[in-house]
């Protein structure tokens, strides 16, 4: 009873704080170009702050750790593409939720026939939720294997995933990945710990496996697709968190100075990035909108 | 896969990173609008900008795109594969891929023409001491099998 108890109160905390992260100057940053894109915007915002408490139970079911969720939680609410997409009218916050809704439920329910309803309302409401998918819209053309192949290193590179994103052209972050860059070991602890549950590797395939050919398939490539697994990222984020965590239990006074010199690292990038957001991101898209405006 | 972008030739080294400081300084320090320097300082130093760079530059070369370019699909799939067949001890082949970096990311007497000479040379050599590794390992149970 006191566990469930304190779950719904580290979910509860976690959802109301992310509501001041996602809404607070919803209007002002990124800048607001018209009045009708609030609202988009704040659809966006309101799918992905849905998306936190979803993260928070999968996270307790793979691991049996709050600890694990919480970080879980923590990462995906400032993983820089999730902040980027849940403060613009973007097209992909929808379909993460149902994706993440979808994953949980298959994850908790047990009952055949449920997962089976489960699934065709998935695949029934992806059109509803991701209508400008690529497949829906009609490509012109196929790609061909040397495209595809091409796309598909471009989504696993470490550029991508942790130095420069530009899947959302003009609006995009651009100097920052998927993920920030100091996470970069809490990721490879965090893969190698789930790639050791075999069971879960099955579903967790298909999170990022899925997005992913549709993404490399695309022939005008973008790599947006690939964000329907950010919640993916952060569960394995939280994972290498745990890990981390775990070992500097047991560990030797130096090894023990190294990971309090990492943990500085970290809080500094998280600084940076919440500066660079806040300021630097909104007078970049000012400056080029004009320049747009002047010239084009 | 395209031919070897350009971006990568001799661009992200020690040189590059330092000449780029200035730079990301003076951008830093005009956006932030210089009412808060001590602020501006925190974030915005040369420890942390070369840092960034450097990590950066770190993973460039292990990069699966870039690899793809320098040789074909099929060799990183067989490396990948193969990484999580050979043994524990076995896997010390793959330790250059770690220190490969540094090759370029430190200006040296070397062309950057020639560094990924050498780079391709290992990729290339590292299949055949695989294949020899699994055909060894194979070998040796089947012998144990027979006995």
Known sequence: ?296 | MEKLNLYFRGVCDLFSIRQDLPHQLWDGATADGGTNLLGTRLIHNKIMIITTHFFRCYSLPLDLFFLGQLTSVGIIVFLTVGFFLVSRRQRFFYLPFLFIPFMFIFPGNWSVEFKLQIYRYYIHLLPMVVAACLLIAIVQRRMRYAK
Do not use: C
Request: zero cysteines.
């Open chain 1, 1 to 296: 009873m006191q566990n469930k108890m304190g779950n719904f109160l580290t979910i509860l905390s976690l959802t109301v704080l992310s509501f001041f992260w996602h809404y607070y100057l919803l209007g002002g940053v990124p800048p607001l170009m018209s009045r009708e894109v609030l609202f988009g915007r704040i659809i966006s915002a309101t799918f992905s702050i849905l998306v936190l408490p979803l993260v928070f139970i999968l996270g307790l079911r793979l691991t049996q750790s709050r600890v694990a969720a919480f970080f879980s939680v923590f990462w995906l609410v400032f993983m820089p593409w999730h902040v980027e997409q849940s403060r613009l009218v973007s097209p992909v916050t929808a379909i993460t939720f149902s994706t993440t809704l979808y994953i949980a439920v298959l994850l908790t329910v047990q009952r055949r026939l449920l997962r089976f309803l489960a699934t065709v309302a998935y695949i029934y409401f992806i059109p509803i939720t991701y209508p400008t998918l690529w497949i829906f819209t009609g490509p012109d053309y196929f790609i061909d294997i040397p495209g595809f192949l091409k796309n598909s290193f471009l989504i696993i590179s470490s550029n991508f995933l942790f130095f420069e994103n530009k899947a959302f052209g003009s609006g995009s972050l651009k100097v920052y990945g998927v993920m920030l860059w100091s996470t970069l070991p809490l990721f490879i602890f965090g893969l190698s710990r789930l790639m050791a549950n075999a069971r879960l590797t099955r579903i967790i395939r298909l999170w990022f496996l899925l997005p992913f050919f549709l993404a490399a398939m695309n022939p005008d490539y973008t790599g947006m697709e690939v964000f329907v697994s950010t919640p993916l990222f952060a569960l394995i984020l939280g994972f290498g968190t745990l890990t981390l965590i775990e070992e500097a239990k047991r560990l030797p006074s130096l090894k023990f100075l190294l990971l309090g010199t990492y943990a500085v690292l970290i809080a500094y990038s998280l600084m940076e990035f919440t500066h660079y957001y806040g300021v630097h991101y909104p007078v970049r898209i000012i400056k080029e909108t004009q320049y747009a405006s002047r010239h084009f």
